[in-house]
């Protein structure tokens, strides 16, 4: 099929490849000049893995193109996705005039049928105000369809995702427009669920928030585990074990973070509220989450007392591995705090330093976890990246000033840590004294 995918952000570049990939032809198409220079010279403006390997082949063979011009990619393709970003405005309100400019160059452009993809992330009833805005800007007499098609991309894993959902989402409203869908999408041989377009947005939204939302449930039993001295990923293991549970998005840490989540509850909590609804539990998740850095910090004075002066080493700032993202990563502000007090901060991370470099301008970024740990009086562990399980800790304990490690990650067991002489301090489990 002939496809553009207009939005070349994180969504964008991942569909786009992957519908390369399925062997339709694709075009990726953004306002953004500099950017689809780059992506035609195979420079890819994320760090996502197998996307640079997946886009290169594509465009070798053709399948994949960029452009500048949104009006040569509509004009050009049958099926056209929206997928440009929809930030949050001051008020929690997603912004979607980046959606409605979409639209009205869509419709400024539409030369023969079209179906309309809404592949961003939107509130309920957006899909409803494209159609709108289509109708008012059309030129020529051409039918179109707009269906809503929520993406479920996790960044780090988000071609395997494509590959291999869980479930695919079509919101619908002509025979036309899920036949063609459907099509699209047969070679995933995935679960699908046709629906009408509200339902599928709301399919979105929900998901999110029902993630969001084990994340601060279980962030919550873990401030009790605190209380009583239990354990919580024991606690996680037994519940996760009830099918109706499940084990997923049950680790307890310093809070959910990225582009989507607190984006998207707030969104969710506006879109609520806007039609009369008061989503107070979406307002608790949120609570409980930004209280995970407080409780971090809290626990970190209780080790290293004052902390103006002390040299802290942190492991990851990324919002979670397998990524160079640090939008919304609670870390920053974890980072910033520990500044605010006076401390000096030794940071590495695989692969998100070059970003943070831009935000965090007085801190000392290391060139391996060993380096930051050297002469440090605590090491904060920030972001679970997996090369941080395999780290040399008689090595990293030799290297501290003092044996503290503080976890928000709870990537270690206390005991192994104990017996390797560190004094432990984790989420939601007992803090081990180290010798
Ligand atoms: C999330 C959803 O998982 C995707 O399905 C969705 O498509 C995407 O948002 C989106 O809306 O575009 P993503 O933000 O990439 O994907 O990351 P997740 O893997 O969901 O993690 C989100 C945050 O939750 C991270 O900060 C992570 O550290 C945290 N988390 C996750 C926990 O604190 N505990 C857990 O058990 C799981």
Same mark, same amino acid.
């Given at each position: 099929?002939?496809?553009?995918?207009?939005?070349?952000?994180?969504?964008?570049?991942?569909?786009?490849?992957?519908?390369?990939?399925?062997?339709?032809?694709?075009?990726?198409?953004?306002?953004?000049?500099?950017?689809?220079?780059? @992506?035609?010279? #195979?420079?890819?403006?994320?760090?996502?893995?197998?996307?640079?390997?997946?886009?290169?082949?594509?465009?070798?063979?053709?399948?994949?193109?960029?452009?500048?011009?949104?009006?040569?990619?509509?004009?050009?393709?049958?099926?056209?996705?929206?997928?440009?970003?929809?930030?949050?405005?001051?008020?929690?309100?997603?912004?979607?005039?980046?959606?409605?400019?979409? +639209? %009205?160059?869509?419709?400024? /452009?539409?030369?023969?049928?079209?179906?309309?993809?809404?592949?961003?992330?939107?509130?309920?009833?957006? =899909?409803?105000?494209? $159609?709108?805005?289509?109708?008012?800007?059309?030129?020529?007499?051409?039918?179109?369809?707009?269906?809503?098609?929520?993406?479920?991309?996790?960044?780090?894993?988000?071609?395997?995702?494509?590959?291999?959902?869980?479930?695919?989402?079509?919101?619908?409203?002509?025979?036309?427009?899920?036949?063609?869908?459907?099509?699209?999408?047969?070679?995933?041989?995935?679960?699908?669920?046709?629906?009408?377009?509200?339902?599928?947005?709301?399919?979105?939204?929900?998901?999110?928030?029902?993630?969001?939302?084990?994340?601060?449930?279980?962030? +919550?039993? +873990?401030?009790?585990?605190?209380?009583? =001295?239990?354990?919580?990923?024991?606690?996680?293991?037994?519940?996760?074990?009830? $099918?109706?549970?499940?084990? #997923?998005?049950? /680790?307890?840490?310093?809070?959910?973070?990225?582009?989507?989540?607190?984006?998207? @509850?707030?969104?969710?909590?506006?879109?609520?509220?806007?039609?009369?609804?008061?989503? $107070?539990?979406?307002?608790?998740?949120?609570?409980?989450?930004?209280?995970?850095?407080?409780?971090?910090?809290?626990?970190?004075?209780?080790?290293?007392?004052? @902390?103006?002066?002390?040299?802290?080493?942190?492991? #990851?700032?990324?919002?979670?591995?397998?990524?160079?993202?640090?939008?919304?990563?609670?870390?920053?502000?974890?980072?910033?705090?520990?500044?605010?007090?006076?401390?000096?901060?030794?940071?590495?991370?695989?692969? &998100?330093?070059?970003? &943070?470099?831009?935000?965090?301008?007085?801190?000392?970024?290391?060139?391996?976890?060993?380096? &930051?740990?050297?002469?440090?009086?605590? @090491?904060?562990?920030?972001?679970?990246?997996?090369?941080?399980?395999?780290?040399?800790?008689?090595?990293?304990?030799?290297?501290?000033?003092?044996?503290?490690?503080?976890?928000? %990650?709870?990537?270690?067991?206390?005991?192994?840590?104990?017996?390797? =002489?560190?004094?432990?301090?984790?989420?939601?489990?007992?803090?081990?004294?180290?010798?």
């Amino acid at each position: 099929m002939k496809i553009s995918i207009i939005g070349t952000g994180y969504v964008g570049l991942v569909t786009g490849s992957c519908f390369a990939e399925l062997g339709n032809k694709v075009i990726c198409a953004d306002n953004d000049a500099a950017k689809i220079k780059g @992506l035609k010279k #195979g420079i890819i403006p994320i760090y996502e893995p197998g996307l640079k390997e997946l886009v290169i082949k594509n465009t070798r063979k053709k399948r994949l193109k960029f452009s500048a011009s949104i009006s040569e990619a509509v004009r050009s393709s049958d099926i056209i996705f929206i997928a440009v970003g929809t930030p949050s405005s001051d008020t929690g309100e997603a912004d979607l005039t980046g959606i409605e400019n979409v +639209a %009205r160059n869509i419709a400024l /452009n539409m030369n023969s049928y079209k179906l309309i993809v809404e592949k961003s992330t939107v509130p309920v009833e957006t =899909g409803l105000w494209v $159609k709108r805005t289509i109708s008012t800007y059309i030129r020529k007499k051409v039918r179109f369809d707009v269906v809503s098609n929520p993406e479920f991309l996790r960044e780090g894993s988000a071609i395997a995702d494509f590959m291999h959902p869980d479930r695919v989402v079509i919101g619908a409203e002509s025979k036309l427009a899920r036949d063609l869908m459907l099509e699209l999408y047969k070679p995933l041989k995935s679960h699908v669920v046709v629906t009408d377009i509200k339902s599928a947005e709301l399919i979105k939204h929900a998901s999110n928030s029902f993630l969001a939302a084990k994340i601060s449930f279980i962030n +919550a039993i +873990a401030r009790i585990c605190d209380k009583v =001295g239990a354990d919580i990923t024991e606690v996680a293991y037994g519940m996760g074990l009830d $099918k109706r549970i499940g084990p #997923g998005f049950l /680790n307890a840490g310093i809070g959910y973070g990225g582009s989507c989540f607190p984006k998207d @509850l707030d969104a969710f909590i506006h879109i609520s509220e806007k039609i009369g609804y008061d989503f $107070k539990l979406l307002k608790n998740v949120r609570e409980i989450n930004s209280q995970q850095q407080q409780l971090l910090l809290h626990k970190l004075k209780e080790h290293l007392w004052i @902390l103006k002066d002390k040299f802290i080493g942190v492991l #990851g700032v990324s919002f979670k591995p397998d990524t160079d993202d640090i939008r919304n990563a609670p870390s920053i502000d974890i980072v910033n705090y520990l500044e605010k007090e006076g401390a000096h901060i030794r940071l590495y991370d695989p692969s &998100a330093m070059p970003k &943070a470099k831009k935000l965090l301008k007085k801190v000392h970024f290391c060139q391996d976890a060993y380096s &930051a740990a050297r002469g440090s009086d605590c @090491l904060l562990i920030l972001t679970e990246w997996d090369e941080f399980k395999s780290l040399d800790l008689t090595k990293i304990r030799g290297l501290l000033r003092r044996p503290l490690i503080v976890d928000g %990650r709870n990537m270690f067991k206390p005991q192994d840590m104990q017996k390797k =002489g560190f004094t432990y301090v984790s989420i939601g489990r007992p803090v081990v004294l180290g010798r």
